[in-house]
């Protein structure tokens, strides 16, 4: 990497790397190439477009867009000027996209088009200090596009006085990140946050001069901001998703990447796919020998005759396939931002797909943690990464410390004092280290629900919002590790009663439970509350327990606060039921 201390400094040196591929991007049915020079260019043009508008040093700017290639430029532009990027989910609803612009102040917000333009110009009323709103694709009449922000033109001299200017330990992203109260909290991540993060990258050869990376995380989530500066740092090229998820295979075997990042969800489809057509009794044999083979073949040793024809068996019929499915050149994967099954990672090790699991938050701008080629245990999440210090508190706690760590919550001194403790950031997740150095996640001090496809979910949001039904008492949602959310209600005995008996309906709890008109009353509210989410946040099912909680049977401490993780193990069959009916 350059000797570079800002994102403003590094994304203008990326320039260096000229006519090589830089973006991989499809359109009209084929893929083209964009190159380090162009990109370059593009992100000094929207910086002086940015500037032109009266973009301030320490401005922040919003981009509420998917993963797409103008969000490089884009956001490295907003650092060229001294702004600060701040990315929106594009499935926030216009109230969430109301919080962010608003908590973080900003001035612009780059919108993906006319749908999310929509939500902004929803709530623009009530964001005094939102004074620009530039949208991407050309089809919204009367709004500035990206392509006239770029065509506008101020004194260069003036940019690079922008970039001398920018500071280390100057905000260059905020990323809102929901706690496990209250409204999501605006992430700090520095220019020094950031440099080190691409520097510990680099470290441990994540990404290599001649990847082909495959993105199609949000932007908006930390993960796949450190994997798009690490794969700039290096040259290497980034192929962005071409569509939706269903276009993310399909996209693997046409631009066959090298290094693919992704959430355990993705894996963990394929993995389903197989384990459908391929009986247990014979997957399972297969899983064993294809890794007595990779490890054999890793330590150079030969492989037994007898073992050999076993997993040649068990390649051609399982394996291969899946490679082919990935391209056929994948030279390593890495999974985070949720937990992953080992039977899973072990199913790809085998097939000769290597999945390294790695752990960080939003606040260690994603690392912290990583297996990696010759140093990997299946069910840890490897050792410490390279500039960073991690620690067992001696109540269990993960804590860490490093340059990569952030310097606190924008306008949040309360949460910052929580979370940083003489400079080890407190992570909220219980975990032990081996003798080998290897960390494993033992369980989370947080109520924060991570799904399967690696959302952030705060519960108690929706939670509040239920009980603010006369008919609801409890409500728990549920969605570790699971494709969606779905939630547990109690009814309030003292409200749902006398509401029966004006209905013409039974008073006992346990039959109005399961009648009809109970459900249909609590799925109006479930639906009303829906709709201040976003869709991967909302509710998908339901189920309607036929007591109350309370502190005798267990669910409730004696303050009437609910013990969650004693609510999720005592209800598992319900939760279970619930996605067994999808």
Not at 43 to 56: F, M, R, S, W
Request: charged letters at 20%; aromatic letters at 6%.
């Amino acid at each position: 990497m350059w000797s570079t201390r800002t994102v403003a400094e590094f994304a203008l040196r990326s320039i260096e790397f000229g006519a090589r591929p830089a973006q991989r991007v499809k359109r009209d049915g084929a893929w083209h190439d964009v190159s380090y020079a162009e990109v370059g260019a593009a992100a000094v043009e929207v910086a002086l477009g940015l500037v032109a508008l009266g973009v301030a040093p320490g401005d922040r700017v919003c981009v509420l867009a998917e993963t797409r290639p103008e969000w490089s430029p884009i956001q490295y532009g907003i650092a060229a000027a001294g702004g600060v990027t701040v990315p929106i989910y594009p499935s926030s609803s216009a109230d969430e996209c109301q919080w962010v612009i608003g908590d973080s102040g900003a001035v612009a917000v780059f919108c993906e088009n006319a749908g999310q333009l929509a939500k902004v110009v929803q709530v623009a009323e009530a964001l005094p200090e939102l004074r620009h709103t530039i949208v991407i694709d050309p089809d919204q009449a009367g709004t500035t596009t990206l392509a006239e922000l770029r065509r506008a033109a101020v004194d260069r001299a003036g940019l690079d006085q922008r970039v001398a200017a920018t500071r280390p330990d100057d905000p260059a992203l905020i990323i809102y990140t929901s706690g496990t109260t209250g409204r999501p909290k605006g992430c700090v991540l520095t220019h020094r946050n950031m440099i080190a993060g691409v520097q510990m990258a680099e470290a441990m050869s994540v990404a290599r001069d001649d990847d082909v990376v495959y993105l199609f995380l949000p932007l908006a989530h930390v993960f796949a901001q450190i994997v798009q500066l690490g794969a700039t740092s290096v040259g290497a090229v980034i192929a962005y998703c071409s569509g939706g998820p269903s276009a993310i295979v399909p996209d693997c075997g046409e631009v066959r990447p090298t290094y693919l990042p992704a959430v355990p969800r993705i894996f963990e489809k394929i993995y389903a796919s197989v384990a459908a057509r391929v009986p247990a009794e014979l997957l399972g044999p297969a899983v064993q020998a294809g890794l007595a083979v990779r490890r054999l073949e890793s330590a150079g040793a030969a492989v037994p005759d007898e073992l050999r024809q076993g997993f040649d068996q068990a390649d051609a019929r399982l394996f291969a396939p899946v490679r082919a499915l990935l391209g056929g050149r994948l030279r390593t994967a890495i999974t985070g931002a949720a937990p992953i099954a080992p039977e899973i990672l072990e199913f790809f090790h085998a097939a000769g797909v290597p999945v390294y699991e790695g752990y960080g938050l939003t606040e260690t701008l994603a690392l912290a943690t990583l297996n990696l080629p010759g140093a990997t245990k299946l069910g840890s999440i490897g050792r410490v990464d390279p500039g960073c210090q991690v620690r067992i508190a001696d109540d269990g706690e993960i804590l860490i410390r490093g340059d990569n760590v952030f310097p606190g919550y924008w306008r949040n001194p309360d949460a910052t004092a929580d979370a940083l403790v003489d400079g080890w950031l407190q992570s909220g997740d219980l975990g032990s280290i081996d003798n080998d150095g290897y960390v494993t996640i033992t369980g989370r001090k947080k109520d924060i629900i991570i799904t399967a496809g690696g959302k952030n979910l705060t519960p108690a949001n929706l939670e509040n919002d239920l009980r603010q039904s006369p008919l609801i008492s409890q409500a728990v949602m549920h969605g570790d590790r699971r494709p969606y959310p779905v939630v547990l209600v109690t009814l309030d005995p003292e409200q749902v009663v006398p509401w029966a008996e004006a209905h013409g309906l039974p008073t006992d709890i346990a039959e109005l439970s399961v009648h009809p008109q109970v459900r249909d009353a609590v799925e109006q509210v479930i639906d009303a509350a829906n709709q201040k989410y976003a869709q991967v946040a909302q509710v998908k099912r339901f189920a309607i327990i036929d007591h109350d909680f309370s502190i005798a049977t267990g669910e409730l401490t004696p303050t009437l606060k609910m013990k969650r993780n004693v609510i999720n193990e005592k209800y598992r069959p319900v939760f279970d039921q619930l996605y067994a009916e999808g």
